[in-house]
């Protein structure tokens, strides 16, 4: 006898699978997103306030969104670009099977890539493999909870960016992150605005909007968020001395950075 309720029909509406068995398709640009340069001015200035808590090392960018975005300032040389679409990125590569050696990265921007993935915990893997022990992880990703999005119910938008992905909120991506053993160090929401796909201006008045003084009280309504998370590493005791304690795990300690930084981008390719 089946567990499952025949008459309860679209249960993926409550909680949508990570794995698509379809291609999803992704913008190529931020032009293509509703409102999309003023999303990607937002963001520019989210990872300019998270890359404060970043070391200058080897910076790798993930995604079409990510050509356009400057990370210059917290990474050695000009950040290495990777993307499965035609474009201005540097290396052209599915983002579930990254071109790049294991630990060979500082830190990983991932700006609104899980929507449109078609396997986003294989590209979480990827991203947990390339990265050192001790890097970061910086992701922004859409709000389901956000009535921002609430325009892409009209059947019209459907088709179009960003309702034309899948949404995943902060909460189940934490969990994602949590059990491949991340640290979240700063967890954000921000674009304070309703999204209109008429409405593709980056700047859309001076003063602060209704919809903005609603999202500074209740940053919950924003229709964006970000996340910034550090590869833990534990150390594992393997002998143990007479009389000392039988713990097995300390607590996370940082890894040795990389000495010096890799003279050309190509360094951190496969052979």
């Keep these: 006898m089946s567990l ?4 309860i029909k679209d249960v993926s509406v409550l909680l949508k699978p990570a794995y698509s068995p379809s291609r999803i398709p992704a913008p190529i640009g931020w032009q293509e997103l509703a409102c999309g340069d003023y999303i990607r001015t937002q963001t520019q200035l989210l990872i300019n306030d998270y890359g404060r808590r970043l070391r200058c090392g080897t910076t790798v960018l993930l995604g079409p969104l ?30 579930e099977h990254l071109p790049l050696k294991n630990g060979s990265v500082d830190q990983i921007i991932l700006p609104f890539v899980l929507e449109f993935g078609r396997d986003p ?6 991203v947990n493999r390339v990265l050192a022990d001790d890097g970061y992880l910086l992701l922004t990703g859409f709000n389901p909870l956000s009535p921002a999005l609430i325009s892409g119910w009209n059947p019209k938008q459907k088709k179009a960016f960003p309702w034309a992905g899948r949404y995943f909120t902060a909460l189940r991506v934490k969990d994602w992150l949590s059990l491949l053993g991340y640290e979240i ?4 929401y921000f674009i304070g605005r309703f999204l209109n796909s008429e409405d593709n ?21 924003n229709a964006s968020y ?8 534990y150390h594992k005791v393997s002998k143990l001395r007479a009389g000392q ?14 000495e010096s930084t890799l003279e050309q981008n190509k360094e951190v390719l496969h052979d």
């Design 4 to 7: 499952f309720n025949p008459n």
């Design 185 to 188: 160090v700063q967890h954000d």
């Design 66 to 95: 990510s050509a356009q975005l400057n990370c210059q300032r917290f990474s050695v040389r000009q950040p290495l670009t990777i993307s499965p679409n035609k474009g201005t990125a540097n290396v052209r590569a599915q983002l």
């Design 226 to 233: 970000a996340i910034l998370a550090r590869k833990c590493v």
């Design 201 to 221: 201006q980056s700047h859309l008045g001076s003063e602060m909007t209704w919809t903005e003084k609603l999202c500074r009280k209740a940053p919950l309504l």
């Design 121 to 126: 915990h294989q590209i979480l893997r990827e």
């Design 245 to 258: 304690p039988s713990t097995v795990m300390q607590r996370p300690v940082a890894a040795a950075r990389i």
